[in-house]
């Protein structure tokens, strides 16, 4: 795995941009792990549940963009916030468990875009099962 520089404000900078995003508010969300390159987001499997009674694919795929986000933010210039230019995202099993963990990582930084991979697992029963995962493309954008 690369190692990334990081600005020594950069978690500040991620846990403030965190706080304004009511969804993560809304869903019981919080920040678990924010080192240059890395972020991790925990939830509570609430009740947003599709028909199934599977934690809904929207929410699986919002929250590992977020993830993905930010951590293209920790390695991202001051001042400069980050938009999803595109993704693609596999999902790999049924989303079912008492919470909901997703990693992102930043695979390559560049001058315009940055290249992230993401994964989402659920815990159930104390044991992380694999649910999907995301490869997303992010452009900084002056804040």
Same mark, same amino acid.
Do not use: W
């Given at each position: 795995?690369?190692?990334?520089?990081?600005?020594?404000?950069?978690?500040?900078? /991620?846990?403030? %941009?965190?706080?304004?995003?009511?969804?993560?508010?809304?869903?019981?969300?919080?920040?678990?792990?924010?080192?240059?390159?890395?972020?991790?987001?925990?939830?509570?499997?609430?009740?947003?549940?599709?028909?199934?009674?599977?934690?809904?694919?929207? /929410?699986?795929?919002?929250?590992?963009?977020?993830?993905?986000?930010?951590?293209?933010?920790? /390695?991202?210039?001051?001042?400069?916030?980050?938009?999803?230019?595109?993704?693609?995202?596999?999902?790999?099993?049924?989303?079912?468990?008492?919470?909901?963990?997703?990693?992102?990582?930043?695979?390559?930084?560049?001058?315009?875009?940055?290249?992230?991979?993401?994964?989402?697992?659920?815990?159930?029963?104390?044991?992380?099962? %694999?649910?999907?995962?995301? /490869?997303?493309?992010?452009?900084?954008?002056?804040?």
């Amino acid at each position: 795995m690369q190692a990334f520089e990081a600005r020594p404000e950069f978690e500040r900078d /991620v846990r403030s %941009s965190f706080a304004r995003q009511k969804l993560m508010d809304l869903c019981g969300a919080s920040l678990t792990k924010i080192v240059p390159g890395t972020v991790e987001i925990q939830m509570p499997s609430r009740a947003l549940t599709q028909h199934h009674a599977h934690l809904h694919a929207a /929410v699986v795929t919002a929250f590992i963009d977020n993830a993905s986000g930010f951590a293209a933010m920790t /390695v991202s210039l001051a001042g400069t916030e980050i938009l999803t230019v595109e993704y693609k995202v596999n999902f790999l099993a049924s989303a079912i468990g008492e919470i909901l963990i997703v990693r992102g990582t930043v695979r390559k930084k560049g001058r315009t875009f940055t290249i992230c991979t993401g994964d989402a697992v659920m815990v159930r029963d104390g044991k992380e099962q %694999s649910a999907a995962m995301m /490869v997303a493309t992010m452009h900084p954008v002056a804040s």
